[in-house]
């Protein structure tokens, strides 16, 4: 079965065999036109033979610009030869060539617009020197050649149909241009809400797992102070320490956590340089010996939030270094830093084991996460994602098993007065 489009577009093939046949018959029996019916009809019926034909094509291939463009071109072949058998330029239907022009633009390209103008205009040009005569229009013509009127009809057609290329592409590209803009807004508005559902997540999480973590912290120090007077093995009393100190760092993160995310606009917009911000990460993950920084762009982001930058970052970083923390790579991630025409660009390339290519397409969904074992949720690299993408940027990923992934976040070198996106 043909589809939608297939369908409509074969569907005013038929329609427009019909008219024609009407329109003949109309000529010749209403109007007593001189016509060469047979030839005529002959003609006009390879439009139902053709659409017999393509069909079986357009519904393997739906829209198919080269098939539904020759089509197009064998329309024009067709009404061509019709108005050879009837009258050539003196036909007033041969302004249908026009209608040609504008199925090119609403279904094809630019360039099969361009061609169906110019092949029409060639077409409508041919018949001033290749038709059979209609007795009953011979006034249009003057002893000695075409008359000025009919020169005028091809001439006024050939820049109209230009004229009307050119606009209709434009108009076409302006509106794929906007419904790709009401995409992405559609995108982000639904980005929006799943963050605002992350952030309840947050919220609700710090406040059920306050009270729990306070008393872990109570209970270990209390068992701390009790094994130092009891005399304990230092091993126990240092393993109790340890978990006083991570019951302590739990707390703060899952409070950073509730308190950052989905609310850019309460974070500090200041100007900072992509490898400051770099390797303050670096820094703070404590593997300034593991990761290798090359900068080729002296760029400063002015006006940005550099927390949520950093915690993109330090998201897309921790993933690098765990992916080659088993394979001896030296260093195992290499942080490179350039500028690309108008766009700041920042591969993070890491030698580990890579991603399959299933699971490399669903890399930034909420959830998602290609760690074993169930390590991670896989919104770290979501909301990576959601800041690039808040400061009219990109996040994507590259990868081949066995060879490494490489994260590439892209950001616009004028990342400034950015200050609508954060309410502020």
Known sequence: MTSHFASWYLKLRSYAFLSQLLILFLAAGIFNLTLPLLPIVSLLFLIPASNLLSSPILAKKGKDSRVIGLILLFDVFILTGVLMLSGGPTNPFSIAYFL???LAAVMLDAFWTWVMAL????????TFFFYRPIPEWEHHFHHHGFSLHLHGMWLSYLIVSLLAAYFLVKIVKQSKLKELRLKQFEELAINQKRLALLAALAGGAAHELGTPLANIVLIASELSRQARD??????????????KTESFRCKEIIQKFS??????????????????????????????????????????FKNVPSIALRNAFKSIIKNALEAGADLGAAPPVLIEIRQVDDLLRIDIIDKGKGI????????????????????????GVYLARLTAEQLGGQLSYRS?????TTATFMLPIDVVNKKQLYGT
């Open 119 to 126: 092949a029409s205009s060639l077409a409508f040009g041919a």
């Open 230 to 243: 009891l005399n304990f093995n230092q091993d126990v009393i240092s393993d109790l320490d340890t978990l």
């Open 400 to 404: 081949k098993v066995g060879e490494g």
């Open 356 to 379: 399959k290519e299933g699971d490399l397409d669903r890399v930034g969904e909420p959830f998602f996460s290609t760690k074993q074992n169930g390590e991670g949720m896989g919104l």
């Open 100 to 102: 040609n022009v504008v």
């Open 259 to 300: 308190q950052g995310i989905g609310e850019p606009a309460n974070q500090t917009l200041e100007s900072v340089a992509p490898e400051t911000i770099l390797r303050s990460v670096v820094k703070e993950l404590e593997s300034e010996n593991l990761v290798s920084i090359k900068s080729d762009a002296e760029v400063l």
